[in-house]
């Protein structure tokens, strides 16, 4: 992978908001379609010529010294996982620019190089291989989210996006102080490289040393910037409000990308500097993600506004793959990045139709709007598609993840013994894939229950409703164009899962690996629970 | 006297050879060419010039045909030679994901056909009702001819595509898939109708209580992986063997919670896609989709996949000691119960949807009682003529415009035209009410003399409740039949009547055409057949038995001769005792009575003292015509048609409701369906919307409102040191300073 790829990755989208800033105001869509396509286009050369076989390494590495005094440089390099990501933000790039084009009709040129300069930010998180510049782009990302909502937002927006800056931007300045820290100890203290840098394997292979207290404070501390943006219960409450007032480009970001940089920073920076911490905690946060799942499930149920139950449905459905990262096997653990990327296309399209319906009726009110399916066949059949996907049928891309997170969390951390010849040690149990399965239930519920009100059942329309001066009733050919390349992704992925899992199996392996090896206490786990398995099997003799 | 060894424990013996060879390539076609169907429809709508058509009807019926034949090829493929073959196909790499070298260290699921003898069984039905009731549908949705016909076409095959892959998938993940796909299709096909809002209801709530049987077939699954480190069954039952042999050798002890453990979850999907007690409740629901989709979804294919799912799984729930009785029990309270409701509907659609839940209770209580040929073989015969019912239903309803009341209907048989479907419904009719001779009556007695053989958890009860629900099965098909298809005509449109027709009031009913006269012919004839499948292969109980028998779906057999035990967990004492002893018994005489027989008598209860097999035809007769002569007396016309015992003259009226006061409130809460969805609502649903809008307030006010506050002390901070902002400069140096310092101290302090 040429090493020029990433670079370009990230300063093509500031370069085309420079060009739309400049440019006159018409061609600000053109320029911006054509700079994300063009991105996109990058993106399928990082995925082919990336080396697959060797998945787990940083490959297309660059490194440029920013700060030398303090250890800081601009370096770039992406495994299998991160470059994912990446595509899946590539993709959605051009797919938010052609959504915008009939819904965004002022001030297009601030929002079109926003939009762009939002690309290249999250292009920078999942790219970077420096604690700093990771952060830097982390933190960078709210700005333009923030205007977008702010400015293009439906009725509430300046709450929402005030809140949503403050929310996460507070998470994540006390994440910023558990990286500093660890930054710090690798200066300083004596298991430390004993220079300041923010290289991040340095800084992993300083951090597994702390001891398990240290490792727990500087969790919690990182854990509070990501979990808020991922957002785990119970700090998810910016999500509803900043998703629903958004306009659409920004919740199909928000949901597609935006989320997971929270759950990437958990994968890349909760597992990696504090394997001891989160083997300790993760019942605790296990805890809290299925209370996110059920929880958040069941008030997708009683809303009226399709688009606060979608959004709510994102803190569930992200529940679930924090569950699997938990779970720290490789099942759970690959499950959750799958999640990752289903989510953003599932969640996304769902965004995208409710964004489509608003256009032509400004109203997601589900008692004002319903039973289109007469009306709006093609949308109708889109809306039950990506309903499918996200309630987890399997076949398509939803249930691939969802059933791979729960038997990771299924697992528990008995040690392979016969007659437990399929054992393979997990840090969850049963219970929790059960407690966190009946989200699979809930999330029918409140899906069906969406679909019942919106596409099925006799039409119902605003009473001043009138026709859309430049769309057509059903889906035109650019709607029907910027969802059919991600049911079809959904549809493959559902099917054809095998390459996905081959591709992310060696980082996925590799980290939990890492886990366990520098989890001293996991061997203590897993004797203890060893004994436990015994003394079980033992009774289950002693009964006869 | 049935010979339960020989032939069954050498199968038994022989399913434990290694991995099975690889099959014909060209059996994936048998999966494949529905899914095909569903896309070609689809294409169908989207080009206008092909909607207007019926093609997506004729691409259906096709493509299901030839999947069809190739299913009869692959039977004949599989059931050549002494055995059935177990073969493998493997279409490509589902799952995969591998994280070291030790057998269990990796999680394979592919997308591939593992096909035995079980699998041909179910396929040939499936394949072949589908392509029937396809041809049956072509019709009968032909006043929906354009994107709602290509829509239904779409879902049914997209239905028997998923069915193909519950039954033939290789590994419990996609018989997962299989699972949930035609969870998606009944949900798609009920909601067929999408403008009434208990359509949409209805397919809410059968999508949802299958959800819930399904975490349970999910938790099943997961379990088997945790353990078994696989869900390939093809690995996965050499790994249950050593508990199978554990078993037969009477030594429960070796056998592992977490294993007994499986069955238990996997059941609880079982009883939700086979709508059984507690998760029974979506299937009359269900009645409000198109009749060809309750006829092959809701009757003879979809419903039958929890029986499928135990009868594949068999080997792990034989080794559970609680599973099979609790299955028989489940099974025996859910006939019982379903058919009590069914007596006192009046929507013959919804009687012959009871019914289907009633008969799926025999079938599980088949299972329970160890004798999944007889539960099987029920399936199979139910397969046929509760499709013919339902597709005789369907016709009076196209008929006479959505009408389904069994009061607003009389004499239909008579009316010109309709000849075929009054005899077609005769034939259904006798086969559910188990008359003598007719196939159903085989296959429900197979399954209610096993419920004396086997000594249970009160099996013998369970035998007797289904012998009276036998009884009242016979009554209340005869009560439809007595009152709609023969006695005095007389016919009330229903409430279709300006859908069909587009000029209201003006009704005629119009007898059904070819493609649905010709598949209820077929189906009639079928159900017939049907029986005749018992006497092939005799000694293994029947065709349906061999086909069992060569698949892991076999009775597990102790012993040889007459001392064969079928062995169960739920029964460890008697098969360790039979282990132990059984090959020391003198053989018993031919016609010794199990009590006579020694080393029988622990394997065989008796049925008031007589051996059930050779006494349960003439019993199980009794109760079937005694529940027929009931319904003659009750609802039969005057008489050649009422069997001169009958009396009614109108459509409306019977000596029955002369019964009704006297039966007091029964009558009625039979009628609310014993108020079991009023239970539900009340108990489950309603709590839970209620804690949904709890959690809601909580989520604004609390959670939110705590936020809100944290975000808001920083200003009331503020204001209470706004003095300290005097705006003298001099403050602020000493401010700027003291900060400085501070800091400095700080980072001194670290780097100390």
């Given amino acids: 992978m040429s090493p020029w790829i990433l670079p370009i990755l990230i300063l093509l989208p500031l370069l085309g908001a420079a060009l739309v800033v400049l440019s006159h105001a018409a061609r600000a869509r053109s320029i911006a379609f054509g700079i994300t396509l063009g991105a996109a286009a990058m993106g399928v050369g990082a995925l082919a010529s990336f080396d697959w076989s060797q998945a787990g390494a940083f490959q297309g590495e660059v490194g440029v010294p920013w700060v030398p005094a303090l250890g800081l440089s601009l370096s770039l390099g992406v495994d299998s996982i991160a470059l994912l990501l990446v595509a899946l933000t590539l993709l959605l790039g051009p797919i938010c620019v052609a959504a915008s084009a009939t819904a965004i009709t002022e001030r297009v040129k601030t929002y079109y190089a926003w939009l762009l300069v939002l690309q290249a930010a999250m292009t920078g998180v999942f790219c970077a291989r420096d604690l700093a510049l990771f952060y830097v782009f982390f933190e960078f990302t709210l700005i333009p989210m923030y205007v977008l909502i702010s400015l293009y937002g439906s009725t509430n927006r300046k709450r929402a996006a005030t809140k949503f800056f403050l929310y996460t931007f507070t998470g994540s300045i006390i994440a910023l102080a558990g990286l500093l820290y660890v930054v710090w100890v690798n200066a300083s203290a004596p298991y430390g490289s004993g220079e300041w840098t923010f290289d991040i394997a340095t800084l992993q292979a300083t951090s597994v040393q702390m001891s398990a207290q240290q490792q727990g404070w500087v969790m919690l501390a990182m854990l509070l910037g990501f979990a808020v943006k991922v957002p785990l219960f119970p700090v998810h409450t910016w999500l509803p409000l900043a998703h629903t007032e958004a306009p659409t480009a920004g919740s199909v970001i928000l949901a597609g990308v935006l989320l997971k940089l929270g759950t990437y920073g958990i994968y890349r920076f909760v597992l990696g500097l504090t394997p001891e911490g989160v083997m300790e905690h993760a019942h605790a946060l296990a805890v809290l993600s299925i209370i996110g799942i059920v929880y958040a499930g069941l008030i997708c149920w009683v809303q009226r506004d399709v688009k606060k139950l979608v959004a709510y449905s994102s803190v569930s459905h992200l529940g679930f793959c924090v569950l699997g990262m938990l779970a720290l096997n490789s099942v759970g653990v690959a499950g959750s990045v799958m999640y990752m990327i289903n989510h953003g296309l599932s969640t996304g399209a769902l965004f995208l139709l409710i964004g489509m319906i608003y256009e032509r009726y400004h109203t997601r009110d589900m008692e004002e709007l319903g039973g289109l399916a007469r009306k709006m066949p093609v949308w109708s059949t889109f809306m039950v598609f990506f309903a499918m996907a996200s309630v987890g049928l399997p076949g398509l891309n939803g249930f691939v993840s969802e059933v791979m997170c729960l038997i990771g969390a299924f697992q528990d951390n008995t040690v392979a013994q016969e007659p437990f010849v399929g054992a393979t040690p997990g840090r969850l149990g049963p219970w929790y894939a059960a407690v966190a399965g009946t989200g699979m239930i809930v999330a029918a519920m409140y899906l069906l229950y969406m679909l019942g009100k919106v596409v099925w059942g006799q039409l119902r329309e605003p009473a001043d409703h009138h026709p859309h001066p430049r769309l057509p009733t059903d889906l035109n050919a650019r709607e029907i164009a910027i969802l059919s390349p991600i049911a079809l992704l959904c549809l493959a992925i559902g099917l054809f899962p095998a390459p996905m899992l081959r591709a992310i199996e060696q980082p996925v392996n590799d980290t939990v690996q890492w886990v366990w090896k520098h989890a001293p206490s996991a061997a203590q786990y897993a004797e203890r629970d060893m004994q436990r398995a015994s003394t079980s099997i033992a009774r289950g003799e002693g009964d006869r | ?752």
């Fill in chain 2, 1 to 752: 006297m049935h010979n339960l060894a020989g032939p069954l424990s050498q199968v038994a013996s022989s399913a434990d050879v290694g991995v099975p060879a690889q099959g014909p390539a060209w059996a994936s076609l048998i999966v494949f060419l529905p899914l095909l169907a569903c896309a070609l429809c689809g294409v169908c709508a989207i080009v206008p010039a092909m909607r207007r058509t019926k093609l997506p009807a004729w691409i259906t019926v096709a493509l299901l045909g030839v999947s069809f034949v190739l299913t009869v090829l692959l039977y004949q493929d599989v059931s050549a030679g002494e055995h059935a073959k177990t073969v493998l196909v493997t279409s490509w790499e589902w799952f995969h994901l591998s994280w070291g070298d030790a057998p269990g260290q990796q999680f394979v699921a592919s997308f591939g056909f593992y096909i035995d003898s079980l699998t041909v069984l179910w396929m040939l039905f499936v394949t072949g009702l589908a392509t029937l009731i396809a041809l049956y549908a072509s019709e009968y949705m032909s006043h929906d001819v354009g994107l709602g016909y290509c829509r239904f076409f779409a879902a049914f095959s997209l239905f028997v595509f998923s069915m193909a892959c519950l039954v033939m998938g290789d590994n419990l993940l996609l018989l997962y898939l299989g699972w949930e796909g035609v969870g998606l299709c009944s949900y798609l096909l009920i909601g067929y109708f999408y403008n009434e809002a208990g359509a949409v209801a209805a397919a809410k709530k059968a999508f949802i209580m299958n959800r819930i049987g399904d975490l349970g077939l999910a938790l099943g699954i997961m379990l088997t992986f945790w353990h078994f480190g696989t869900i390939q069954y093809a690995e996965l039952f050499p790994l249950v063997a050593p508990y199978v042999e554990a078993l037969k050798a009477g030594d429960i002890g070796q056998i592992p919670l977490v294993v007994q453990a499986i069955p238990l979850l996997l059941m609880v999907g079982a009883f939700g896609k086979s709508a059984q007690l507690p998760l029974y409740v979506w299937l009359p629901d269900a009645m409000w989709g198109p009749t060809p989709v309750s006829a092959l979804i809701h009757a003879a294919t979809m419903v039958t996949a929890g029986v499928y799912l135990i009868a594949r799984t068999y080997p792990l729930f034989a080794v559970s000691e609680l599973a099979l009785p609790i299955v028989a029990w489940v099974g025996t309270l859910t006939a019982l119960l379903s058919a009590t409701i069914a007596m006192a509907q009046f929507d013959i659609k919804r009687i012959m949807a009871y019914s289907t839940v009633s008969q799926l209770g025999y079938m599980f209580a088949g299972l329970g009682f160890l004798t999944s040929t007889g539960a099987a073989f029920h399936v199979f015969t139910h397969a046929f003529f509760k499709a013919s019912l339902f597709l005789c239903c369907g016709a009076v309803m196209h008929g006479f415009a959505g009408q389904l009341d069994l009061r607003r209907l009389s004499g239909v048989s008579f009316m010109k035209g309709w000849g075929i479907v009054g005899i077609a419904m005769l034939i259904g009719c006798l086969n559910l009410a188990g008359f003598p001779l007719t196939a159903g009556f085989f296959s429900k007695d197979m399954i209610l003399a096993e419920a004396f053989v086997t000594p249970g958890p009160g099996y013998a009860l369970a035998g007797w409740i289904l012998l009276v629900t036998a009884g009242l099965t016979a009554y209340y098909t005869f009560r439809v039949f007595f009152r709609v298809f023969v006695g005095p005509q007389h016919a009330e449109p229903g409430d279709e009547v300006h859908a069909h027709d587009g000029h209201d009031a003006h009704f005629h009913p119009h007898a059904p055409g070819w493609a649905i006269n010709s598949v209820l012919a077929i189906l009639a004839v079928a159900s017939i057949l049907a029986a005749g499948t018992y006497f092939i292969e005799k000694e293994q109980h029947g065709w349906v038995g061999k086909m069992v028998h060569g698949s892991t779906a076999a009775e597990i057999v102790v012993g040889e001769g007459e001392h064969a035990v079928r062995a169960a967990a739920f029964r460890h004492d008697l098969v360790g005792e039979h282990a132990i002893h059984g090959e020391s018994h003198e053989p018993a005489g031919d016609h010794a009575t199990p009590e006579e027989a020694g080393g029988s008598s622990i394997a065989h209860g008796s049925f008031l003292g007589m051996d059930p097999h050779a006494v349960m035809y003439y019993v199980s007769s009794l109760f079937g015509i005694a529940g027929i002569l009931t319904a003659a007396y009750l609802h039969g016309p005057r008489g050649l048609f009422g069997l001169f015992i009958g009396s009614r003259t109108e459509a409306a009226t019977s000596r029955a409701d002369a019964l009704v006061p006297a039966l007091g409130p029964l009558v009625q809460w039979a009628r609310h369906k014993w108020y079991v969805d009023e239970l539900y609502d009340f108990l489950i649903v309603k709590p839970l919307w209620v804690l949904s809008h709890i959690f809601h307030l909580i989520d604004q006010l609390l959670i939110d409102g705590l936020v809100d506050l944290m975000g808001r002390l920083p200003s009331i901070g503020g204001r209470s040191i706004r003095p300290s902002q005097s705006g003298v400069l001099h403050g602020y140096a000493v401010g700027m300073a003291s900060g400085l310092a501070f800091l400095l101290l700080l980072v001194w302090l670290l780097t100390l």
